[in-house]
Each structure stands twice: as C-alpha cells, then as structure tokens.
C-alpha cells in the first residue's frame, strides 16, 4: 500500500528542517512540506482551510475550534518564546517600568494573536495593568487578520483602534504617535500580514525595549511560572484524523526525531567551534533545561491551562476549553 499523500504548511525552524529535507520521515506518511510564514500559514487555514496539517495560531486555534473548525491538534508547540520582552517604547518616553503602560498608545500587529494574549496576560497578572487600562492600535486590516476570519469583534469595555491607511506600527511610534509596540516576532519569516517587525524597532534610534535586560526577565517569569510562552501548535484535518486515525501519533513522532536531531547538531556545532555561543547555551539550560521546545502534553499542560484561562479572561472565546479534547487522543499520554 502506497504512503499516504499529506500536506503540511510551516515556517522553515531549524528544529523541523530534518523533516522539510526529509530526512526524518513520518511512518506511513509522504509529506508536502510546504514552506510558509506562520502569520500567512494561519490567515490561510483560516479563510481557505486549504493544508492536511499546518502550523497554527493557538489563540486562533482556541477561538476556531469554539466556532466549530474541524481541526484537531498534536502536542507539537514549534515557537514559544517570553513575548513581552519584545515590548518597545519610544526612546524618549517615561515609560521605564511595565506598570507604566496604564493608559498608553499600545501598537499590536492584531488583538487576537496569541503573543498579545501572553502580553497582556503577564501586564494583568505580573504588573497589574489590564487591559481595559491600554489604548490598542492594531496594524493588520480587516481583510487580511485572523480576527476578520473568525468574526473578531473588541471585547466589552476594550478599546482597539486601526493603524491608519498606508501607516505602520513602526512610523506612529517614531513619530511618537503611539507609546509602545510588540511588533510581530518573527524576523526574517516576512508575510504580507505583517508591516513592522522586532528588527525595524531594534534598529530604530526612536525606540528601546520596556525590559532593558531581555533574558534577565525571561528567567523570572520561567522562575515564576515554570513555562515559557507557547505561541504555535500543529494541527491536522479532522477528516484525515476519521480515516486514519495513525496520522496523528506519526506525524508527533516525525516532529519528536526532527527536534531531537536539530539538537544534536546544535550541540556538535557548539562544542567544537563557537565557544562563546556555546557558554551561553549553556547559562540558558541551568534555567530552562536541556529541551527549550518541549512536546507532549505533560510537560505543556500549565502553560495551555494559563493560555487558556487568559483567552477566556480577555474576551476571545466564550467558554473554558478541557485541554484534552483540543489533541488528539492517540497523542494525550506522549
């Protein structure tokens, strides 16, 4: 019997290269690894619904399945970082200190995402500010968001504003037009989506980062919560999931080994020739472990059941969702 032909839209992480270049292989599976920045990858799934699997969103993934996607998930959390130490603010602004964005201009790609989410749940519940308390600007239009897919309307008593036509995040804030920006996190990823990245504010003289010390922060909220921030899942198709129920745990295994090998050759890389890099991996373990992008359910559970709880909290979904029922049930116990 012939490999079962599937589509898979992702971005292009050093950890699934080994199976974009096929050298790890699902069992059972010929994959398509399509390449795809994350933010168009969702834009699609969502208004075309047209990949097997792909990366998603997990807000956009908590808020499409309440609507009644027929997507399921695979405990395969590609992208996570700590979003809000990619907070800018003006270079002049007397902002110095989280709890003084009360009342800020606050800049976001869009309100839905799932870093904002993060964002304003650490403002919220580690610096006390909430979110009725920030004025936000959102960059994406309408057309071209993943709230103008699922039907986003602001939630009660949240005021959200719209970059203006032929305007950036990046030109309201060096014009000092807005106080803060958390632009989209993904470098050199581009999407049409997306107008204003982290590198346009890190090269801007008219912006600084609210967290001088990036990592110094990342380690307290670690230490605080016992997570980093999950940004990204995988899902697949329900109609491929009724007919072959195997897909699931294969593909988790395929992600599982592609990460595995990424790993090996970053250590080898590290060890016999960039000694500083490798100092500071080193630094980052003794705080975050030796597995920066963990699977699997057990070890993920706190951060999905906080993620959560904020989507409900912020108005995105109506209802508390059971972790569980998001995954697929060949996947729940790996």
Request: overall charge neutral; charged content about 20%; hydrophobic content about 40%.
């Amino acid at each position: 019997m012939p490999d079962l032909r599937l589509t898979l839209a992702m971005a292009d992480y050093d950890r699934t290269a080994a199976l974009r270049d096929g050298s790890v292989k699902p069992a059972g599976i010929d994959l398509t690894y399509i390449v795809s920045p994350p933010s168009e990858t969702f834009w699609r799934m969502l208004k075309f619904d047209e990949f097997d699997a792909a990366e998603m969103s997990l807000s956009s993934f908590l808020i499409a399945r309440g609507q009644g996607r027929a997507w399921t998930a695979i405990p395969v959390f590609p992208f996570r970082a700590f979003f809000h130490t990619y907070v800018f603010v003006r270079a002049d602004s007397k902002i110095r200190q989280p709890s003084d964005l009360a009342a800020a201009r606050f800049g976001l790609p869009e309100y839905q995402m799932t870093a904002a989410v993060w964002v304003r749940g650490v403002l919220q519940h580690d610096f006390g500010v909430r979110p009725a308390a920030i004025r936000w600007i959102v960059e994406r239009s309408p057309a071209m968001s993943h709230g103008g897919q699922t039907g986003f309307t602001p939630p009660e008593g949240v005021s959200i504003e719209r970059v203006p036509e032929g305007e950036t995040l990046l030109a309201l804030v060096e014009r000092g037009e807005i106080d803060a920006v958390m632009p989209s996190p993904y470098g050199s990823m581009t999407s049409r989506l997306n107008k204003t990245y982290v590198g346009d504010l890190s090269r801007s003289p008219h912006a600084r980062l609210l967290f001088e010390d990036p990592m110094a922060e990342s380690v307290r909220s670690f230490r605080a919560h016992g997570f980093s921030h999950i940004n990204h899942t995988v899902v697949v198709q329900n109609r491929v999931l009724e007919q072959h129920p195997w897909v699931a745990l294969n593909l988790f295994n395929a992600f599982a080994n592609a990460k595995q090998q990424c790993y090996g050759k970053i250590d080898y890389l590290l060890r016999s020739s960039v000694m500083a890099a490798f100092a500071v991996l080193e630094t980052q373990r003794r705080t975050f472990g030796d597995d920066p992008f963990p699977y699997g359910l057990a070890a993920n559970r706190d951060a999905l059941e906080t993620l959560a709880g904020y989507s409900l909290e912020q108005g995105l979904v109506k209802e508390r969702v059971t972790i569980d029922d998001l995954f697929a049930p060949t996947t729940r116990d790996v």
